[in-house]
């Protein structure tokens, strides 16, 4: 390999490399620590890889995070495959001329130089920087358009900014090349002697002597001059495509595959003159050209020093930061940090202020009937009364709308379902406000921009915001500092999944699986690099968010929606399936949930030890339904026939109580303790307590036919009427 292919291979090599270079500014470990999301959030693969439609939204989105839903929208219909097939076909198109235009520019400064080319930019050259300018301004036209989302985008961050810089560079670049290879080019050729030039030939008029256009085919070596006019391996002032005519070929012939012995075969002109002392300078032509040929070549190191900033990052800022959140944020920060310092600490130890959501972009109010009248006087912009999941959807679109199907979202309606008795009269106003809003969430009212007192404060999963949103994701994500980590431990569930009718916190702890996360849990990774929160890599034993939430890497993604995953309704009086639960019905197919519940148990147990669990749970299930709970409900439904007991009130007749306690307490204890494996409340807080139940609730049926009458409790303190 010669010396000078050597050189050209190197040269195109870096000027690929220059392009083609993965981006690296901002998608890295450190940026994905900051945004939460590793990656897997943006890549096909935890290694990086294609991209997912979230991660072309990301550089849509000027290379920011968070992603608005409108953005993630129009990222959506742009990651069809006929539209990435599109954009991969300019995509190539655009790398594959640039190189090619980048490395003519290069080859012809380092091996033809500017100053030789006496007569103008050869033919073939014209063309080939034609067809690369042209193919790289439609090309990049329709990938420019595919990845910036709006016009701002060129001028509010780095990446737009470097776009914006380079598009003006490559515009001057183009303009400079259309000038210099049109009128240029034809003063070049008008300033050069036709064939025979002058006789004594130097270094300064060398090359005028290139073989183009006419003119002769002369080149030097070791101080003597060869006319290779004649030679049929010289056409065109060319020799193999590899030397050019009018230059000093001295050391290319050093690597040569021949000798100077060659040289025999060709006309000897004799030796290379000395030039005069202040040789002839150049014509103006061709001085024009030569400086825009220089200029052209700073442009290009220009614009690849463009492409450096955004893919491999920049010392210092470019740009300040102007978002109208940011600053509207740092106004709400001066003055909560006096006010309410706790709220602003963990806002600053917390993801949000690590990605620069700042207060405006959470709490920034959606419509009129939403603004907090108290704030206008100190903020320059509408805040909310109630931060909801609308509020939230706008950087977690996906979490967002699974949350707003799940039980989660809607049990305030479903409370009502399920315990119609305790909204019939049990309780009043104060204790449901107290006891059960404080978990299933309260119906927010809003007079005068301020919630009413009954209805706020609260953070129930099940809140109805006034926005017309259902939830609350500080329920989970306790604000504000909304840590992961806080969020796959139990303690985030146990506020509300406690106590005599769902004990799940309980039933946990007594489970191997709870004595496994209070033996081990504080060694356990709760938010790993990666994102990723693998079983037996980041935890040894599941907690709530992993059984019910949580990907299964190869199996399926992470779902805010609770209801997934769920083959049975332990909750109900009688055990039914999640499609046929009444208060809520479920859009799912059991049998495919159920294989998802099994692949989560599958990541450490045996096929077989995960059947045999399932099956048991079956069984449960059908032994409690067939023995227990279908007896009792055919004795209450007797006694109601019979006109003993009274279908006017509930909670009025002992025995009413008894039979809400059967289904709702024990019931519920035996089914739902088989289901986590707690023995103790399968057997002693479950099914031993209904037996005793069971024979109490009989007891009392006889007593009453016998005394033609139930025995009825004094009126309740508090009870509403």
């Known amino acids: 390999m010669t010396r ?10 870096l000027s690929i490399a220059a392009v083609v270079s993965p981006p690296a ?96 930019i050869p033919k073939p050259e014209r063309l080939l920087g034609v067809s690369c300018m042209i193919l790289l301004t439609t090309t990049g036209i329709y990938l420019t358009w595919a990845r910036m989302d709006r016009w701002e985008q060129f001028w509010d961050n780095t990446f737009g900014l470097m776009l914006s810089i380079k598009i003006g560079l490559f515009g001057l670049m183009i303009a400079i090349a259309m000038v210099a290879i049109t009128i240029v080019h034809r003063k070049m050729k008008a300033e050069v002697p036709p064939s025979g030039g002058p006789e004594t030939v130097t270094r300064a008029n060398l090359p005028q002597f290139d073989g183009t256009d006419g003119r002769p085919a002369y080149f030097v070596h070791a101080e003597q001059v060869y006319d290779a006019s004649q030679s049929p391996k010289w056409k065109g002032g060319r020799h193999f495509g590899k030397h050019t005519a009018g230059t000093d070929l001295t050391e290319a012939l050093k690597g040569a595959p021949h000798g100077p012995e060659v040289l025999a075969r060709l006309r000897h002109l004799g030796p290379l003159a000395v030039a005069d002392a202040g040789a002839p300078k150049l014509a103006p032509a061709r001085r024009a050209f030569v400086i825009m040929a220089y200029t052209n070549l700073v442009l290009i190191f220009l614009i690849l020093a463009c492409i450096g900033v955004w893919r491999w990052d920049f010392p210092i800022r470019l740009l300040p930061e102007r978002s109208e959140a940011a600053i509207v944020g740092q106004t709400c920060i001066e003055c909560h940090r006096v006010k309410t310092p706790g709220v602003v600490h963990d806002w600053e130890s917390g993801m949000h202020a690590q990605v620069d959501v700042h207060c405006d972009k959470c709490h920034h109010a959606v419509d009129e009937a939403s603004v907090l009248r108290s704030h206008l006087e100190f903020s320059p912009n509408p805040v909310a009364v109630v931060v909801s999941p609308k509020n939230c959807q706008g950087c977690h679109p996906q979490e967002a709308e699974q949350y707003s ?106 489970s191997k699986h709870g004595t496994l996360y209070h033996a081990e849990g504080h060694e356990w990774q709760w938010d790993p690099r990666d994102r990723q929160w693998r079983a037996a890599i980041d935890y040894r034993a599941p907690t709530c968010a992993t059984c019910h939430m949580s990907a299964v890497s190869g199996k399926f993604p992470a779902s805010h929606d609770v209801t997934e995953r769920l083959s049975w309704e332990t909750q109900t009086p009688r055990t039914v399936r999640p499609q046929n639960f009444e208060a809520f019905p479920a859009a799912t197919d059991w049998q495919a949930e159920r294989r998802k519940m099994e692949a989560v148990c599958l990541q450490c147990h045996a096929s077989a030890w995960t059947q045999d669990h399932f099956s048991n749970l079956d069984q449960v299930i059908q032994n409690y339904d067939e023995q227990y709970y279908d007896p009792i409900k055919a004795l209450m439904d007797q006694l109601y026939a019979d006109g003993l007991i009274s279908r006017e009130k509930y909670f009025d007749e002992e025995i009413e109580w008894h039979f809400y306690e059967f289904w709702h307490h024990e019931g519920r204890r035996a089914r739902m303790g088989t289901a986590m494996m707690a023995p ?40 509403s009427q």
């Open 405 to 510: 199907r799940s039980k989660h979202a809607n049990t305030w309606e479903i409370m009502w379902k399920v315990d119609v008795w305790l909204n019939q009269g049990a309780n009043n106003a104060i204790e449901k406000t107290s006891g059960c809003y404080a978990c299933h969430g309260t119906t927010v009212v809003v007079e005068n921009g301020k919630p009413l007192a009954g209805t706020w404060p609260n953070v129930g999963v099940g809140r109805v915001n006034p926005d017309g949103s259902k939830g609350s994701c500080t329920s989970c994500h306790t604000r504000h500092r909304f840590s992961i980590a806080e969020a796959r431990k139990p303690e985030a569930c146990d506020q509300c999944h406690l106590g005599p009718d769902h004990p799940q916190i309980e039933i946990y702890t007594e």
């Open 680 to 719: 103790d409340y399968a057997w002693w807080h479950g099914f031993y307590e209904l037996k005793h139940r069971f024979v109490d609730l009989h007891a009392m049926a006889d007593d009453m036919k016998n005394d033609k009458g139930a025995r009825r409790h004094v009126p309740l303190p508090g009870r």
């Open 25 to 120: 500014a901002w998608a890295k470990e450190e940026y994905a620590r900051k945004t939460g999301q590793g990656c897997i959030f943006c890549h096909q693969e935890s290694t990086g890889g294609p991209l997912k439609t979230v991660g072309f939204a990301y550089i849509r989105n000027g290379y920011r995070y968070p992603i608005s839903s409108e953005v993630l929208e129009k990222a959506e219909r742009l990651q069809r495959p006929w539209h990435k097939a599109l954009r991969f076909i300019v995509g190539y198109l655009h790398l594959l001329a640039a190189v090619i235009f980048f490395g003519a520019i290069f080859y012809i400064h380092i091996f033809v130089r500017p100053m030789r080319l006496s007569g103008g």
């Open 4 to 13: 000078r292919t050597s050189i050209l291979l190197l040269m195109s090599l």
